[in-house]
């Protein structure tokens, strides 16, 4: 993240614990879902995705990519600031 304020620490620490595996892709692009569908269908790994502040159509792009990877995504969270109307 850009803002040098905040201290991301706790989430290296995190994956040294023998826990989860914890990664933040805050330059990811929904817009891409080709090629970020193939980098998470990469991995070894289930997958656990959360979608936050998915303004208008992001949010039913992180839908389709969650639906996309089916058993390899057994968990989302979605947390949209707002929806396109219908």
């Known amino acids: 993240d850009k803002d040098t304020t905040i201290q991301w620490n706790h989430l290296a620490a995190a994956n040294y614990s023998g826990g989860v ?3 933040l892709w805050s330059g990811s692009n929904l817009h891409e879902t080709e090629a970020l569908l193939d980098e998470l269908e990469s991995r070894n790994l289930p997958l656990a ?3 936050i ?4 159509m ?5 839908l389709s990519l969650v639906n996309s990877l089916k058993q390899k ?4 969270c979605l947390a949209p600031c707002c ?4």
């Open 83 to 86: 929806l396109p109307r219908c």
């Open 58 to 62: 992001l949010s039913p792009s992180f």
């Open 49 to 51: 995705l959360t979608g």
């Open 21 to 23: 595996q914890l990664e």
């Open 73 to 76: 995504c057994p968990y989302m």
């Open 53 to 56: 502040h998915l303004c208008r």
